[in-house]
């Protein structure tokens, strides 16, 4: 059956190397002050960005592969485009072959957004709205689009059944959502079960900004399976609590980008 969904209206499909995440997508945060990728520290199996409150941002999906795809985007376990408490099965953005689209807020109608900001966790929209257990984590759920199954070859043989090549792949799908619930709910019940006289400083959420424009129009899409091919998961903090945690070295410098020129200006020093 088709359902009606959101897909972003770009002119023109790009390619972005892959640098992040998954086969079919890739998932990215940006600064929407500086207009660069945040960078991604892998520890313990996960992926975490460092945001600082009051920064703006977007997040960035890029279809890795040549058909189109539907990304149905979670931010602190809210979907971005209804405002539902967010499920895989519930609406999304449809990608074109190797198109990438920044989302820059929670959608707010086909014309606008309320832009995302990073934010203390009683200023998140997911705090406003009387869910703030998921705060911290942005999620995509990537579908692959339904296409007519090929004739059946001549030289089948009898008893063999149509399509079992497909269940299996489903299958396997199936069992790939349940895990990423449990690792985010793991995340979660490590966070709440710090001392009271070793907590770090309030956790980051994400704000409902000022209204952007950011037009989209509808498309139909239909699903290949009723569960996700794919599901990329980022946490997010402030970078001290990320310091704190052992996430980011202490070696690490803080900032976001190499700097060309490190050292202060001076003159050649004489020998020793």
Known sequence: MKRLLLAV????????????????????????????????????GK???????????????????????????????????????????????????????????????????????????PDSYAARTGRPANVGVIGVAVFREWSPPRPRPHS??????EGAASEDRAEAHRAEAPAAADAA???????????????????????????????????????????PNEVITLYYDRYENLLARGIIPATAPHHAHPVPFPRAVGFVPDPR
């Not at 190397?17 to 313990?44: E, F, N």
């Not at 070793?198 to 009723?226: C, I, N, Q, W, Y």
């Open 185 to 227: 709910a793991n995340e979660m019940r490590a966070q709440e079960s710090v001392p009271g006289s070793a907590r770090m400083p309030e956790k980051l959420g994400t704000g409902h900004g000022e209204r952007t424009r950011s037009a989209v129009t509808f498309t139909d899409f239909r699903r290949a399976s009723e569960q």
């Open 156 to 161: 089948q043989p009898r008893g063999t059944p």
């Open 47 to 121: 992926l975490y960005i460092a945001g600082q409150p009051g920064e703006r941002y977007s997040v960035q999906v890029v279809n890795r592969s040549g058909r189109r795809i539907l990304a149905v985007v979670s931010v602190d376990g809210i979907n971005v485009v209804s405002g539902e408490t967010a499920a895989p099965d519930q609406t999304g953005y449809v990608f074109a072959p190797w198109q990438s689209y920044d989302i820059m807020g929670w959608r707010k109608n086909a014309d606008e957004v309320a832009a995302f900001y990073f934010t203390a966790l």
């Open 9 to 44: 209206l770009a002119a023109v499909a790009t390619f972005v190397p892959p640098a992040l995440a998954g086969t079919l997508a890739d998932l990215h945060v940006l600064s929407r002050s500086t207009g660069q990728r945040l960078p991604v520290y892998a520890h313990g």
